[in-house]
C-alpha cells in the first residue's frame, strides 16, 4: 500500500482516507462499526472526520461522528492503529465556533473526550475565523502540540491569500505551521483549488486532503438526473452538476472506467491521486460493498492518455 507523508509532519497516510461524515447519518452506530472494521482490513487506517458531524441531521447538534469512532476505539483497541484527523471551528451551538485560544482549548477536550483518546492526530481549523488573530490559532495549537494533544495540524475552507499569511505567521513567530490543507475539489469543482490554492501547496510541501472528492456521489455516475438523484440525502448538493458539463464529465468517465475496467468512482479518485500535490482524498461509504469499491481506486494507476482526456473533459473552459 503506497503510502503519502501529510505535508512534513511524519505522519504517513494511505493514499484514500475515510469520510466520517455519514456516521450518525446516514450510517448508524452499527454501519459505521462495520465501515471501520473493513478499513482497517482492506489495509487502509486514515479517518478524517469534525466535532460538528453530523449536526445538519434532524435530532443531531453535533459530536455524533466522534462519539461513534471514540466507541468504536473503546470496542476494538485499536487507537494506534489509525490515524485520525478532526476539525475544529464550524458551530457547535450558540457562541460555540471559531478559532479563538479560549474556544480551541476547550473544543479540544470535548473532542478528546467523544473519541475516547489522549491525542489527535492532525487537528484542522475548519473555517476560517477572521475575527481571530493568526497568531493566537497557531499559538494554542502550538501549546497543543507540546502538550502531545495534538501531532500536527492542518486547515480547511481557507482562501489561498490566508493560508499564505497562516504560513508567514507560523514562518515569523515560530509557531508550528499547517502542515495540512483541507479543499474542496474534483473532476467537477477545480477552480477553487487548481488556481491559486495548488500553487501555494505544491511551493510549501503542504500535504492535501480533498473534500467531496466524489462531488457528493454524482462522479459515481450512479445519478444521471436530478429526477435520479431527487430521494438521496444528497439531492441538494447534487443538482448544481446536472448540466451539459457534468453530463460531459460523466461520459468521459464511463469511456476511462470501460477500458482500464473499473468504475467511475474509482477512475475519479484515481485521477485525484494523480494530481499534483494531492496526499489522499476523502471519500465516504454507507456500504461495506461501497467501501470496497473505494478501497480498490487505491491500486488503480490510470495510464497518462486517460488522465489527459479526463482532464480535458472536465475543464471549465471546453465549449465556452
Known amino acids: 500500500m503506497e503510502k503519502r507523508e501529510l505535508g512534513h509532519s511524519g505522519i504517513e497516510v ?22 471501520l472494521d473493513a478499513l482497517l482490513e482492506s489495509g487502509l487506517n486514515f479517518v478524517d472526520t469534525a466535532d460538528s458531524y453530523s449536526s445538519w441531521a434532524q435530532g443531531n447538534k453535533g459530536g455524533e461522528s466522534e462519539t461513534i469512532i471514540g466507541q468504536w476505539f473503546a470496542a476494538r483497541k485499536n487507537r494506534g492503529k489509525v490515524i485520525l484527523a478532526t476539525k475544529v471551528g464550524s ?4 457562541e460555540k465556533k471559531g478559532l479563538s485560544r479560549k474556544y480551541i482549548r476547550q473544543e479540544v477536550e470535548e473532542s478528546l473526550k467523544r473519541l475516547q483518546t489522549d491525542y489527535i492526530d492532525l487537528y484542522q481549523s475548519h473555517r476560517d475565523d477572521e475575527s481571530t488573530p493568526q497568531a493566537e490559532t497557531l499559538g494554542v495549537y502550538a501549546e497543543l502540540i507540546q502538550e502531545g494533544k495534538v501531532r500536527a495540524i492542518g486547515c480547511s475552507n481557507f482562501s489561498p491569500e490566508r493560508l499564505q499569511s497562516a504560513l508567514e505567521v507560523s514562518s515569523k513567530e515560530k509557531l508550528p505551521r499547517y502542515e495540512t490543507v483541507q479543499p474542496e475539489y474534483n473532476l467537477y469543482d477545480r477552480a477553487g483549488y487548481e488556481q491559486k490554492l495548488e500553487g501555494i501547496c505544491v511551493k510549501n510541501g503542504l500535504g492535501v486532503i480533498p473534500y467531496f472528492s466524489l462531488a457528493s456521489g454524482f462522479l459515481s455516475g450512479k445519478y444521471r438526473s436530478a429526477e435520479e438523484a431527487a430521494s438521496r440525502p444528497r439531492a441538494g448538493m447534487l443538482k448544481k452538476y446536472f448540466n451539459e458539463r457534468g453530463t460531459r464529465i460523466l461520459e468521459s468517465l464511463d469511456e476511462v472506467a470501460r477500458e482500464v475496467k473499473a468504475k467511475p468512482s474509482q477512475v475519479a479518485l484515481a485521477w485525484l491521486m494523480s494530481r499534483p500535490g494531492i496526499t489522499a482524498p476523502i471519500a465516504s461509504a454507507t456500504t461495506v460493498e461501497q467501501l470496497k469499491e473505494l478501497v480498490a481506486a487505491t491500486r488503480l494507476e490510470l495510464p497518462k492518455g486517460a488522465i489527459e482526456r479526463l482532464s480535458q473533459s472536465s475543464s471549465e473552459t471546453v465549449g465556452v
Open 14 to 35: 494511505p493514499t484514500l482516507c475515510l469520510g466520517g461524515n455519514v456516521f450518525g447519518w446516514t450510517a448508524n452506530a452499527e454501519r459505521s462499526f462495520e465501515l
Open 91 to 94: 458551530p457547535m451551538g450558540e
